[in-house]
């Protein structure tokens, strides 16, 4: 049976939905942009910086330490009135976001973003407590912690990828990750004094960004058994098949003449997906799922 005969070529909903990458980042973008709206529209009255829904999700020490933990991931959906806040946030998200994902697959990349948010509430928990006390005078919202844990990945992995300083300077996004971490420490140590910049906040998810991908990190990892509420069983250990590296890469490499070569490797990944997640895939396995999507949308056309 060739490749464009199986069940999940003919389902448009099962393989074409599977392999179709970035659902993370745009669902993530849609919930920023959702919450955005509700805090605008929650808002009584027109010249008020706050309504209910951002004073009760936004990072603030002193309610913290009162048992109010949550505020450490959900201060990172919200935003501020500006609405580049929220717009430079998630371009930044979408343009590196999407890289990312496609490297560490979409469950391994939601866990990170979220913990790079938590991660980046604490740092700013615990630099306003060595400056301010427990006054905890400054309340902190904005993605900006999580999204730059993902820039940092990303420029990690792609170092000299140009960006575009202030879209118009052209840099290596590595020295534009060196430039926002020396302007951050800049202005954490009081170089912008009455700033109103979360500075700690993109440091902790900086660090964070760097440990993980230094130290191959993997969130998912961290929970025993995925967080199964199916009670362990005494197992047999799993038999596994290794084929030659040099078949499978031709396989891959190859666009013609190798679908039964790309058809037995997809079978093998879709199979690992179900058993161990798809953050669980090797770099190699991700270009299988990429290679057949491609030969998925060629032949639809």
């Known amino acids: 049976m060739g490749l464009y005969d199986r069940d999940y070529y003919r ?13 993370i980042v745009t669902w993530l973008i849609v919930t920023n942009v959702v919450v955005f709206i509700i805090q605008l529209s929650t808002r009584f009255h027109p010249g008020a910086i706050n309504g209910p829904v951002t004073d009760f999700l936004d990072l603030r020490v002193d309610r913290v330490l009162k048992g109010e933990v949550w505020r450490l991931l959900t201060y990172a959906f919200l935003h501020s009135q500006d609405i580049f806040h929220i717009l430079f946030n998630m371009l930044a998200l979408w343009w590196f976001g999407k890289a990312v994902e496609d490297i560490y697959g979409s469950k391994e990349f939601l866990a990170f973003y979220l913990v790079s948010a938590v991660v980046g509430g604490v740092a700013q928990c615990g630099y306003e407590l060595m400056m301010y006390g427990m006054a905890g005078a400054h309340p902190a919202i904005g993605a900006s912690g999580a999204v730059t844990a993902v820039l940092m990945v990303f420029a990690m992995h792609y170092p000299t990828t140009t960006v575009y300083l202030f879209f118009i300077i052209p840099v290596p996004v590595i020295v534009l990750m060196v430039l926002f971490i020396a302007y951050d420490i800049f202005g954490a140590i009081g170089g912008r004094p009455g700033a109103h910049i979360a500075f700690a906040v993109h440091l902790g998810g900086a660090l964070f960004g760097f440990l993980y991908y230094k130290f191959q990190f993997r969130v998912l990892n961290w929970w025993p058994s995925r967080m199964s509420m199916r009670p362990h069983r005494h197992r047999q250990p799993r038999l596994r098949v290794f084929r030659e590296p040099d078949t499978e890469d031709a ?10 070569g790309l058809e037995a490797q997809l079978d093998s990944v879709l199979e690992k997906v179900a ?3 798809r953050g669980s895939l090797t770099d190699r396995e991700h270009q299988v799922l990429l290679k057949a999507s491609e030969v998925y949308k060629q032949r639809r056309k």
């Open 275 to 277: 058993r161990f997640g």
């Open 11 to 23: 389902n448009d909903r099962s393989f074409a939905n599977f392999v179709s990458p970035h659902r």
């Open 251 to 260: 396989a891959v490499a190859s666009p013609s003449g190798a679908d039964e």
